[in-house]
């Protein structure tokens, strides 16, 4: 078998070969052959799925400067070697600069280290079947990213800066455990698809599928979840599954009724507002203020210290918890919730009664609220 590998890999670098399939070897040990003399040059693509590797060796990136895309290191490869899966992400992943896509699904992964913000060229990451609790919030300078897949693992929350993935249009993170989805997601300007089933979801952010790009939403089998934004109204989506019964002690968040249809909101709402209530709460209103006199000026409002506001005010005026379905108005902590059950729309003959569950549109104000109608 070592004699098979080495005339593979001394043909690949006679030949210049840009692609080196070494799938389904049983290796056990890095191939030395690769690193010898110049290594191979012209080698982008290193294929080596299925295998019962221990380590990578400290030179890879000095020896394979060209390597962009390194596939298939399935439940063999690590630096740390725990029941052959690999346990952790190790720092000299960094090193890997022109590494474009990198696949670490179904392995014992625990960690990954932050270094992997140093994957500048990185677009396609999959860390799926692992058993990760957290990512490194330097996902988000991963500015080329356009694939994350982090489903079955044990994520109790998404990296706090994954919004800055500009570039990223699939998420994938199924079957975790997250009870709520950041804000900021609804930021990202490529995202086209979202797939959060399976997880602990009870709410939704107020503006997910106000973006035109994000066109797929997928939340199927979160049995907390009664309702979904009124912008993902006319998306695809899946939501078979959810809404089952429970009892209300099982989730502190407000609620709001409608008919028979409870839902839950997103923990950024402090107040909600009913028909009754024409005038906003003193905290509302000055936050409302504040974004129309300054947002316009300074779009990125850094010149607003922690001194003058406090930090989890400044972050509202950067993030909004959301905007009126209606008028778009930012809104900071008050809403008017608006429930249209999903079997008055096109949308239930697909679903079959196998969920139950609505679409709620947020509005700014009471005028919106009577306004607003999910059907025209």
Wanted: aromatic fraction near 6%; glycine fraction near 6%.
């Amino acid at each position: 078998m070592a004699s098979e590998i080495c005339k593979t890999i001394s043909v690949a670098r006679l030949e210049k070969h840009k692609n080196l399939f070494l799938n389904y070897r049983n290796l056990h040990h890095f191939p030395l052959e690769l690193l010898k003399d110049e290594g191979l040059q012209h080698l982008e693509r290193l294929y080596m799925k299925r295998n019962s590797l221990t380590t990578l060796p400290e030179n890879l990136a000095q020896k394979l400067p060209n390597l962009v895309e390194l596939l298939g290191l399935f439940s063999s490869l690590g630096w740390y070697l725990h029941s052959n899966n690999i346990v952790v992400v190790p720092e000299a992943i960094g090193s890997l600069v022109k590494l474009q896509c990198l696949d670490l699904s179904d392995n014992a992964l625990e960690i990954v280290c932050p270094e992997i913000g140093g994957l500048r060229a990185l677009r396609h990451l999959r860390l799926a079947n692992n058993q990760l609790q957290f990512l490194p919030p330097e996902v988000g300078d991963l500015k080329e990213l356009q694939t994350l897949d982090i489903s079955s693992n044990r994520l109790l929350a998404l990296p706090e800066r994954l919004h800055l993935c500009l570039s990223l249009q699939y998420l994938t993170v199924d079957r975790n455990r997250l009870c709520c989805v950041p804000r900021h997601l609804c930021q990202l300007p490529s995202l086209n698809e979202l797939s959060m089933a399976g997880n602990h979801l009870a709410s939704l952010p107020i503006d997910l599928g106000r973006s035109r790009e994000l066109q797929y939403v997928y939340v199927d089998n979160n049995i907390q979840l009664k309702g979904l934004p009124s912008y993902l109204y006319n998306k695809v989506i899946g939501c078979n599954g959810c809404g089952i019964p429970i009892q209300l002690s099982e989730v502190r968040l407000l609620t709001f009724s409608s008919g028979q249809l409870t839902v839950f909101l997103p923990a950024e709402v402090k107040t909600i507002g009913t028909e009754k209530d024409h005038v906003l709460p003193l905290q509302e209103l000055t936050m409302r203020s504040l974004y129309r006199t300054y947002h316009g000026l300074w779009k990125d409002l850094n010149f607003l210290s922690p001194i003058s506001l406090p930090r989890s005010l400044l972050e509202l005026l950067h993030c909004p918890l959301g905007h009126c379905h209606l008028c778009s108005e930012p809104m900071f902590t008050f809403v008017y919730p608006k429930i249209f059950p999903l079997r008055e729309t096109p949308m239930a003959g697909l679903h079959q009664r196998r969920t139950s569950i609505g679409f709620v549109a947020y509005c700014c104000s009471t005028q919106c609220l009577r306004t607003f109608n999910l059907l025209c």
